[in-house]
């Protein structure tokens, strides 16, 4: 019953690519896996607007939508009519072509990360050997399009979010991709497949993920903090910070051309946390033995919601970073502790079993965080802010 | 079949990043010819130059170009002087493409009539990177870090001088 429900999609699609003649069938598999990805997490951008209005409503002592549909649940309908409907307004000094190709391959770029994420036991839709790398390769594509968008529309407000744009994401995929580094280390295998399985088993009930190693800890929680400023999310979100530069680098977009920027950046999130689940959270694999029987697929979907929540949360509970505080942040803070985290890794592989591996691997994450953190915010002090032209 | 459409988006891409008179356009149809390159090796089945092509190419060295123009020069007003030589520039082009073909049809691997399927899994090109050529990584990886020091000590000293 369990198997038959795990593989249910897999069963489906092949059943389905059955009635194709032979030459058809690997296009046609293809086709309809592609489909999928592609209305399964259309939807999940859909569901997630609304839970971030809602949350984010909460957290701020406000109701959030609710007007269309039982509890504003079909607010994505309207707000997707609405944008359908616009008029779709071009700066007469923009750059057309460009203006109009960024969009479109920037939601590109967004969907193609899919092809490498492991939704559920046998459901991927490449499984390349160089997975990771395709995916870093591909999320690299996305910063040429948002710079696309900034410069095409001749504004100063774009380009200026443009350029803070490109600066934080490239400073961010150093930390991002030194963090996913010891993972692939560990498994030594690119193929997030293979890293899934190597996740596989349980010790007891508790399962064998990255995340409940000392560098798995360190790891996950330095992705996860690349991943947000990654994915342009407060607080991160300097390139459309609206109280200094309206929305950034999408500032001249309007109608459907803005929801499609919506739309890539939230997919760019949910592929970056499907990463996280798939490189550090066990991937498809339940989190406890005694819950296998709960199709794979369902417990990716699990893991990636209480990600977005945390995301959500995140964003309605920490005030912008300061352009300097990040940078800051990423090379005297981020940086220097993925380095020590790959040594960790090192050392965890080479130390025999047991509690002194633990003690070591802990004590090599512990110490230079409490040192870096203590040595950075030495020349910090925390005064009543002088204002030299308001007041 | 693929390799043609392929190569064609890689010239046309090259051919665009020469002849556009926007100097951001130019690094964009680049951005296209290093996407083309990049097509080309994963349809040979080098998936990790391919990638790594994508990753560097595409991801690092465009975006530098990138602000390499934007913060240098207008990139509005840049009236391309386009170099009155053309037969000499044509000699030039003529006699590198002579060379390299006689190159290319001399060399040991066009004589093969059936080339071998070279097997590089990923594996494999990691444990070469790091056991038979470790030496050598490492010391373009420190001649980098050299490079990048020394890029920041211009930039801070031309900083200083300015004051």
């Not at chain 1, 399962?207 to 330095?222: C, K, M």
């Not at chain 1, 985290?341 to 090192?346: I, Y």
Request: proline residues 4%.
């Amino acid at each position: 019953m369990g198997e038959t429900a795990d593989q249910l999609f897999v069963t489906l699609q092949h059943w389905l690519v059955g009635y194709a003649p032979a030459s058809l069938r690997s296009i046609l598999s293809a086709l309809l896996s592609v489909i999928a990805i592609l209305v399964v997490f259309a939807l999940l951008f859909a569901i997630t607007t609304v839970l971030e209005r809602k949350g984010l409503g909460r957290i701020q002592n406000r109701y959030g939508p609710n007007r269309v549909g039982p509890f504003g649940f079909l607010q994505p309908i309207a707000d997707g009519i609405k944008s359908l409907t616009k008029e779709d307004i071009v700066p007469r000094a923009a750059d057309k072509v460009v203006h109009f190709l960024a969009p479109v391959v920037l939601v590109i770029a967004a969907f193609s990360l899919y092809a490498v994420l492991p939704i559920g036991r046998n459901m991927v839709l490449a499984n390349l050997d160089a997975g990771v790398l395709f995916f870093f390769a591909i999320s690299s594509v996305m910063e040429l399009t948002i710079f696309m968008a900034g410069w095409s529309s001749r504004n100063k407000y774009s380009l200026l979010g443009a350029m803070r744009a490109i600066a934080q994401m490239i400073s961010y995929e150093v930390p991002l991709i030194l963090a996913a580094v010891t993972v692939i280390m560990a498994t030594g295998s690119l193929s997030t497949v293979t890293i899934v399985e190597r996740q596989a088993g349980y010790t007891g009930i508790l399962p064998h993920w990255f995340v409940f190693t000392p560098w798995g800890f360190a790891g996950f929680v330095l992705f996860m903090i690349a991943a947000t400023a990654e994915s342009n999310r407060s607080p991160f979100d300097l390139p459309e910070g609206e109280s200094e530069i309206i929305a950034g680098y999408y500032t001249e977009y309007s109608g459907f051309k803005f929801a499609l920027f919506f739309l890539g950046e939230y997919l760019g999130m949910f592929a970056i946390s499907g990463l996280g689940i798939t490189l550090f959270l066990g991937g498809w694999a339940a989190p406890l033995s005694f819950l296998t029987w709960i199709p794979s697929y369902l417990w990716f979907f699990a893991k990636l919601l209480v990600m977005i929540s945390a995301f959500i949360w995140v964003r309605g509970t920490l005030p912008r970073l300061r352009m300097d505080q990040l940078m800051n942040f990423a090379w005297r803070f981020m940086l220097p502790m993925a380095l020590l985290n790959l040594v960790t890794a090192g050392v965890w592989r080479f130390l025999p079993q047991g509690l002194l591996r633990w003690f070591v691997c802990a004590l090599l994450v512990v110490v230079p965080y409490v040192l870096l953190g203590r040595g950075l915010a030495q020349g910090w002090r925390l005064e009543k802010r002088v204002y030299r032209f308001a007041e | 079949m693929l390799f043609l459409i392929f190569a064609m988006l890689t010239v046309a891409g090259a051919v665009a990043a020469m002849s556009l008179r926007n100097l951001v356009h130019s690094v964009l149809a680049l951005t296209v010819a290093f996407a083309g390159l990049a097509a080309v090796y994963l349809q040979l089945g080098a998936q990790f130059v391919g990638l790594a092509q994508i990753l560097v190419y595409i991801g690092a060295v465009a975006i530098l170009i990138v602000f390499a123009v934007l913060l240098t020069r207008d990139s509005e007003a840049s009236p391309l002087a386009i170099v009155g030589s053309w037969k000499g520039s044509g000699v030039v082009a003529l006699a590198i493409f002579g060379i390299l073909a006689w190159a290319v049809d001399h060399s040991a691997a066009s004589r093969q009539s059936v080339l071998p399927q070279p097997e590089a899994t990923m594996q494999q090109i990691g444990n070469a990177l790091m056991l038979r050529f470790a030496l050598p990584l490492e010391i373009i990886g420190l001649l980098l870090t050299v490079a990048l020091i020394g890029a920041v000590t211009i930039a801070m000293r031309e900083k200083k001088e300015m004051r």
